[in-house]
């Protein structure tokens, strides 16, 4: 038996959310992970997500900032550019400590965001328009 006992105790919550669009370029990318080099995106069908939900003590106190994004994978590549983008714009708010990056591991996402050839391979290259809608 758990008995969950508090004097008193209050905390205050503060809580962010965001959606914003990641969709890559509709025409002419590799997809995430395909094995056949020659399938090419045509189109979009589903566009893709990253969502954001941050959490704070109060105003200044700790944060934990949680992304989920639309893509076959978080990429160190990925993870480096957001936290690099992050510190330009908020200092040291937010860092390796506190930020969640994570994927919802689709296959409809394009491919070429990794720095490691065997992720691009598929496709053949490093595609920095993939890559800056997913960071």
Known sequence: MLVLITYGARASYWVGVSKVDITGAA???????????????????????????IVSQGEEGSRLAIVVID?????????????????????SLYNRHNIILS????????????????????YGMFDDRAFEKGS
């Open 27 to 53: 025409v002419g990318s590799g997809m995430m992970c395909y094995a056949d080099s020659s399938q090419i995106s045509s189109g979009i069908n589903d566009r893709q997500w990253a969502r954001a939900f």
């Open 71 to 91: 893509a076959g994978a978080v990429f160190n590549s990925v993870y480096q550019a957001v936290l690099d983008r992050l510190e330009t714009q908020f200092s």
């Open 103 to 122: 994927a919802t591991h689709t296959h409809s996402a394009a491919a070429g965001q990794s720095h490691h050839f065997l992720y691009n391979m598929p």
